[in-house]
């Protein structure tokens, strides 16, 4: 099933427009595509369907998000937007606890698809982890934290939607 759409319109909610906050390793950022990951991008003129569009090639695609069940998708496109792609892999191949190696093949979907919804909480906790050991949480943490946990809620709605379960 494809939610790209659905999962990049929580992404675009989340980052917004124009950033350039001093303490962001980014820099400049426009609908959170930054100017350090983009170096040769004029990121003031991009629109949002050109996001749409780094979003589902650089992020999406690298991490199969048409193959995760739904939810699990939105966790890992969010979580890759931020950490970048193969670090989502690894957390999630982490919460499986199959073998880590940032690719993901069909160890890791069967894997996802066996353990959801359960898996979605355990690969929470380990991107939780690793915002606790970032140099820049003193900066960013709370805000970090905050998109977790609205990201964590917004799948559960988009699983719950997509099983025909109101939320």
């Avoid at 191949?93 to 940032?102: C, H, S, Y």
């Avoid at 970032?134 to 709605?157: C, I, P, Q, S």
């Amino acid at each position: 099933m494809n939610t790209f759409e659905q999962c990049v319109r929580f992404i675009l909610e989340e980052e917004g427009g124009l950033v350039n906050h001093p303490g962001d390793p980014g820099g400049l950022t426009r609908f959170g595509i930054s100017q350090r990951a983009y170096p040769t991008v004029d990121i003031r003129s991009i629109t949002e369907d050109d996001a749409k569009a780094f979003y589902r090639r650089d992020y999406w695609n690298p991490i199969h998000g048409d193959e995760l069940p739904a939810g699990l998708d939105l966790l890992m496109l969010d979580t890759a937007i931020n950490m970048g792609a193969e670090t989502a892999v690894r957390l999630l191949q982490e919460a499986l606890n199959v073998r880590v190696d940032g690719m993901i093949g069909g160890m890791t979907i069967n894997g996802a698809r066996q353990q959801m919804p359960g898996i979605m909480g355990r690969f929470c906790a380990l991107r939780a982890w690793r915002y606790e050991i970032n140099r820049n949480e003193e900066t960013f943490g709370k805000v970090w934290f905050r998109r977790l946990f609205k990201a964590y809620d917004a799948a559960w709605a988009l699983y719950d939607d997509i099983r025909g379960n109101p939320s």
